[in-house]
C-alpha cells in the first residue's frame, strides 16, 4: 500500500492500495495497520465505521466536529466521489488549504482527513457508496456544517448538486463558522 502525503492539508494522507483484478472481479486490502503507524497515525484509534450511499450528484458536506474534533478515514468503495478536505485548524501552515480527489470502487484509496477539518463530497456515479472510519463516537450536538458553495472556498463541484439535506442547503458560511467557533 503506498502512502503519500497531503501537500495542501498537512496532516492528510492518500493511501492506495494495489487491487487484484482476475476474471472473478477483484480483491483488496482497503486498512492496513502497518500502513497507517507508518504514517504516524494509531490504527488502534478508529472506533466507528459507516457507510452511505448517494445517486449521481448529491453532495454531502462540508462537514466537521466541534470541540476536539473528529480524524477520519475515507473511501468510496463503490462508484465515484468527487471528495473535498479543507483545512480549518488556525494553528495549521495549510490553514484553509483545499484538497480535492476523485475517490472510486476501482482504486480503493483512502484519505486521512485530520481532526479540524472540513470534508464534503459529490457521488459521480448513479451510484457510490462511502465508507467512514472515525476516531470517536459520533456525537450529532458537535456537528458542523460549512456551505458548500461558499465563495471564499470556491470548491470546483464538478455537478450542479442533485440533492442536499436540509441542514447542508441551509448551512452558514465559512466566516460565521468561523466567527461562532473561534477559529
Same mark, same amino acid.
Not at 483488496?28 to 465505521?49: E, I, K
Given at each position: ?24 472481479g477483484f ?40 470541540g ?65 472510519? %472515525?476516531?470517536? #463516537?459520533?456525537? =450529532? $450536538? ?8 461558499? +465563495?471564499? !472556498? /470556491? %470548491?470546483?463541484? #464538478?455537478?450542479? =448538486? $442533485? ?8 448551512? +452558514?458560511s !465559512? /466566516? ?8
Amino acid at each position: 500500500m503506498k502512502v503519500s502525503e497531503v501537500p495542501a492539508v498537512a496532516g492528510a494522507f492518500l493511501f492506495e492500495p494495489t487491487p487484484y483484478a482476475d476474471e472473478r472481479g477483484f480483491f483488496c486490502r482497503t486498512f492496513d495497520a502497518d500502513a497507517v503507524r507508518s504514517a504516524g497515525l494509531d490504527p488502534d484509534a478508529f472506533v466507528q465505521d459507516s457507510v452511505s450511499r448517494s445517486v449521481r450528484g448529491v453532495l454531502r458536506g462540508l462537514h466537521l466536529r466541534s470541540g476536539s474534533g473528529e480524524a477520519k478515514l475515507v473511501r468510496c468503495s463503490y462508484g465515484r466521489i468527487f471528495d473535498v478536505v479543507v483545512d480549518l485548524r488556525p494553528d495549521s501552515p495549510t490553514y484553509l488549504g483545499r484538497a480535492f480527489f476523485e475517490l472510486s470502487g476501482e482504486t480503493q484509496a483512502t484519505v486521512y482527513i485530520p481532526a479540524g477539518c472540513a470534508h464534503g463530497f459529490q457521488a459521480l456515479t448513479e451510484t457510490a457508496d462511502t465508507s467512514y472510519r %472515525i476516531d470517536r #463516537p459520533h456525537d =450529532p $450536538a458537535e456537528d458542523v456544517t460549512i456551505a458548500f458553495d461558499d +465563495p471564499e !472556498l /470556491a %470548491i470546483p463541484w #464538478p455537478l450542479p =448538486p $442533485a440533492s442536499m439535506s436540509q441542514r447542508d442547503r441551509e448551512a +452558514p458560511s !465559512l /466566516a460565521k463558522v468561523l466567527r461562532k467557533t473561534g477559529s
